[in-house]
């Protein structure tokens, strides 16, 4: 998969992309109880960590389109 999409839309976009995966599977087995080790609920701290995440891939992603416009 990042093989196919790192030419589409970059190599820093699709690392983003598995760091917010990686953050955002944890914390919803956490929260979710699934395997059984015990739910952690999501407290504040760990939401603004996935906001900050989510918003650094939606800046990664826009921010050249942003600077283009910008430049025209």
Same mark, same amino acid.
Do not use: D
């Given at each position: 998969m990042v =093989? $196919? $999409? #790192?030419?589409? =839309?970059? =190599?820093? #976009?699709? =690392? $983003?992309f598995v760091v917010s995966a990686q953050v955002l599977a944890p914390g919803s087995i956490d929260h979710l109880d699934l395997f059984g080790a015990g739910a952690s609920r999501l407290g504040a701290g760990r939401l603004i960590g996935i906001a900050l995440v989510l918003a650094g891939v939606a800046f990664v992603q826009l921010a050249p389109h942003v600077v283009q416009e910008i430049q025209q």
């Open positions: =093989i $196919l $999409l #790192a030419p589409r =839309i970059g =190599i820093s #976009a699709v =690392i $983003l």
